[in-house]
């Protein structure tokens, strides 16, 4: 996003979200709601900030790192047990939910796919070529 104009991240797409900001915004979200709720910490006011917040890409990268941050440090801690432990909250309807913390995890990275995938397609509309990275170029890993 910080190589393409500014008015193309905000402009209106007719995605899930309004802009590429919106849905990228709305991804890192989603991913700090779900990190914050299986690590039993608040989850108050993840969804609180209006996407005008972001008002340019430094605040995004910022909160970026901070998502970022704070799922490596759930996830270094994570054992196994855990992650085929049940997890139990109250869903937006108020029922009462349960899934393996593995499955949750799940949806986060299905999340993320879905997102990244508009994320591209915006993209391609303007002419963009997107950047290709895959998982294994983002972690540097190298097997031979």
């Given at each position: 996003?910080?190589?393409?104009?500014?008015?193309?991240?905000?402009?209106?797409?007719?995605?899930?979200?309004?802009?590429?900001?919106?849905?990228?915004?709305?991804?890192?979200?989603?991913?700090?709601?779900?990190?914050?709720?299986?690590?039993?910490?608040?989850?108050?006011?993840?969804?609180?900030?209006p996407?005008t917040?972001?008002?340019?890409?430094?605040?995004?990268?910022?909160?970026?790192?901070?998502?970022?941050?704070?799922?490596?440090?759930?996830?270094?801690?994570?054992?196994?047990?855990?992650?085929?432990?049940?997890?139990?909250?109250?869903?937006?309807?108020?029922?009462?939910?349960?899934?393996?913390?593995?499955?949750?995890?799940?949806?986060?990275?299905?999340?993320?796919?879905?997102h990244?995938?508009?994320?591209?397609?915006i993209?391609?509309?303007h002419?963009?070529?997107?950047?290709?990275?895959?998982?294994?170029?983002?972690?540097?890993?190298?097997t031979?």
């Open positions: 996003m910080a190589e393409i104009p500014w008015e193309t991240v905000t402009e209106s797409s007719g995605a899930s979200f309004d802009s590429i900001r919106d849905i990228f915004v709305h991804s890192l979200q989603a991913e700090h709601f779900w990190i914050r709720r299986l690590s039993g910490r608040s989850t108050e006011g993840v969804y609180g900030a996407f917040k972001y008002a340019e890409i430094n605040s995004i990268k910022e909160y970026a790192d901070t998502v970022e941050a704070e799922t490596n440090k759930y996830l270094e801690k994570l054992t196994n047990q855990e992650l085929q432990s049940v997890f139990e909250y109250k869903g937006r309807d108020g029922n009462i939910n349960r899934n393996f913390t593995e499955d949750v995890l799940m949806h986060v990275v299905e999340e993320e796919i879905h990244r995938g508009e994320i591209l397609c993209y391609w509309q002419d963009i070529q997107p950047p290709y990275i895959s998982y294994t170029t983002y972690k540097g890993q190298n031979r």
